[in-house]
């Protein structure tokens, strides 16, 4: 008899599962993305900190001692692009051999950094502050030697001076001051700060950004644009039987800024008319080219702005009370309080303008406040006048609840040809 012999199946293949790499572990100091200036910089360049020329704090700069150029490091946050990239993948070009591949890097932060040329003049002004009135000395003196806490913050960009480095920061520093020449016969020159050295440089900057056509389109927007808006013209008013009529002369702006408008009745015909057409009359202002008197408000308030700015980004603190007097010169200004030369900027027409502009914006409103009023009054009166017609039928309706079933029966009965009850109870 035939027995089933058991057969064992093959061994099966086992399938290994493929383990993914671990990723590496995030760094604690992540490299950043910039953008460095074209031509490249010589090998010797360094990136050193040194003391922000406003604030004083450590700031990181890029030298290049071998061409006498300093870079400054300007950050653009992920949020202020317009697509707002949130990483960074970084890796080399693609190469037929594959060489490279697996050498990239991911950036969790978005941020891009640009190496923008930075005048040598911002970043000696500091030192140049600390020096004591009528002070002279010379580069070391004023940079690297003064006994101010400064002094010891300037010793990396001592240990790159070059030649023409030295030679760049001297011919900057006889642009901002006094210059004499050697008073001990060893060559050297010796300096001293002028306020209105420093003025002047900041106005010839100033107006290379108003007039080279990079103006940024966002601080024309933010300062300019925005400072010399016109109020809005069209304020309507409904006064039930009364319009606002326009009382504006066809000079150059309203013939008094206090009288914009004046209550006028309506005649009957137009009365009949305000079923079909509403009886508003817009309250209009002047258009915006009579209120300039000046074409140059706008250019000046760009130089202004440009000023503003330059002063914030890289004046230090101690020098910018300063520098105002010899600057500006505005509506409330003293001309007793300083001496010497007028200022270089006239502000006294922007000021008047923009004076002018907040009187008109306070007169908008106060007859939008107006508008809202009135409106609200006639609405107020409309649902007093909806409510006492809800009152008369809640009324009536309440009155007929009261009658009785077999009242309301009579009431629908035909009582045609019939005499009233009352008439068989009367004196014969």
């Given at each position: 008899?035939?027995?089933?012999?058991?057969?064992?199946?093959?061994?099966?293949?086992?399938?290994?599962?493929?383990?993914?790499?671990?990723?590496?572990?995030?760094?604690?100091?992540?490299?950043?993305?910039?953008?460095?200036?074209?031509?490249?910089?010589?090998?010797?360049?360094?990136?050193?900190?040194?003391?922000?020329?406003?604030?004083?704090?450590?700031?990181?700069?890029?030298?290049?001692?071998?061409?006498?150029?300093?870079?400054?490091?300007?950050?653009?946050?992920?949020?202020?692009?317009?697509?707002?990239?949130?990483?960074?993948?970084?890796?080399?070009?693609?190469?037929?051999?594959?060489?490279?591949?697996?050498?990239?890097?991911?950036?969790?932060?978005?941020?891009?950094?640009?190496?923008?040329?930075?005048?040598?003049?911002?970043?000696?002004?500091?030192?140049?502050?600390?020096?004591?009135?009528?002070?002279?000395?010379?580069?070391?003196?004023?940079?690297?030697?003064?006994?101010?806490?400064?002094?010891?913050?300037?010793?990396?960009?001592?240990?790159?001076?070059?030649?023409?480095?030295?030679?760049?920061?001297?011919?900057?520093?006889?642009?901002?001051?006094?210059?004499?020449?050697?008073?001990?016969?060893?060559?050297?020159?010796?300096?001293?700060?002028?306020?209105?050295?420093?003025?002047?440089?900041?106005?010839?900057?100033?107006?290379?950004m108003v007039e080279r056509g990079t103006w940024p389109a966002s601080l024309e927007e933010k300062y300019v644009s925005e400072r010399l808006r016109v109020p809005e013209r069209g304020i309507e008013v409904d006064l039930e039987g009364k319009a606002?009529?326009?009382?504006?002369?066809?000079?150059?702006?309203?013939?008094?800024?206090?009288?914009?408008?004046?209550?006028?009745?309506?005649?009957?015909?137009?009365?009949?008319?305000?079923?079909?057409?509403t009886a508003d009359t817009a309250v209009e202002l002047p258009p915006p080219q009579s209120w300039s008197h000046n074409n140059d408000i706008p250019s000046l308030l760009r130089l202004h702005t440009a000023l503003n700015y330059l002063i914030t980004?890289?004046?230090?603190?101690?020098?910018?009370?300063?520098?105002?007097?010899?600057?500006?010169?505005?509506?409330?200004?003293?001309?007793?309080?300083?001496?010497?030369?007028?200022?270089?900027?006239?502000?006294?027409?922007?000021?008047?303008?923009?004076?002018?502009?907040?009187?008109?914006?306070?007169?908008?409103?106060?007859?939008?406040?107006?508008?809202?009023?009135?409106?609200?009054?006639?609405k107020h009166g409309r649902e007093e006048e909806v409510d006492g017609e809800e009152m008369k039928k809640r009324k009536r309706e309440a009155e007929k609840k009261t009658v009785s079933l077999g009242v309301k029966k009579l009431m629908k009965a035909?009582?045609?040809?019939?005499?009233?009850?009352?008439?068989?109870?009367?004196?014969?």
């Open positions: 008899m035939k027995t089933r012999t058991s057969t064992k199946p093959p061994p099966s293949s086992q399938t290994t599962t493929a383990v993914p790499p671990a990723l590496p572990q995030p760094s604690s100091n992540p490299p950043k993305l910039v953008i460095l200036p074209s031509p490249p910089v010589s090998p010797s360049a360094r990136i050193l900190t040194l003391p922000h020329p406003a604030t004083r704090t450590p700031t990181r700069y890029l030298i290049d001692p071998e061409r006498a150029v300093i870079y400054e490091f300007t950050a653009l946050p992920a949020s202020c692009r317009p697509k707002q990239q949130r990483s960074w993948i970084l890796c080399p070009w693609p190469s037929e051999t594959g060489a490279g591949r697996g050498e990239g890097l991911v950036l969790e932060k978005g941020d891009l950094y640009i190496a923008t040329p930075l005048d040598p003049i911002f970043l000696l002004l500091p030192a140049l502050c600390q020096s004591e009135e009528g002070h002279w000395g010379t580069l070391h003196d004023h940079v690297f030697l003064s006994p101010h806490d400064l002094a010891g913050r300037y010793a990396p960009l001592r240990m790159i001076l070059t030649s023409a480095l030295e030679s760049k920061l001297e011919a900057s520093m006889r642009v901002v001051c006094d210059a004499r020449g050697s008073l001990m016969g060893d060559g050297e020159a010796y300096y001293h700060l002028d306020v209105g050295r420093v003025a002047a440089v900041l106005m010839r900057k100033a107006r290379k606002l009529e326009r009382t504006m002369t066809k000079g150059t702006g309203p013939a008094d800024p206090t009288a914009v408008a004046s209550p006028v009745p309506l005649s009957p015909e137009s009365k009949g008319k305000e079923d079909d057409t980004s890289y004046i230090p603190p101690g020098l910018r009370d300063r520098l105002n007097p010899i600057l500006y010169h505005f509506s409330n200004s003293n001309p007793q309080k300083f001496t010497g030369p007028p200022p270089l900027l006239d502000l006294r027409p922007l000021d008047a303008h923009l004076a002018h502009l907040a009187t008109l914006r306070a007169q908008v409103h106060a007859l939008r406040g107006l508008s809202e009023n009135i409106l609200s009054g006639q035909d009582t045609t040809g019939m005499r009233k009850l009352s008439s068989f109870f009367g004196k014969k």
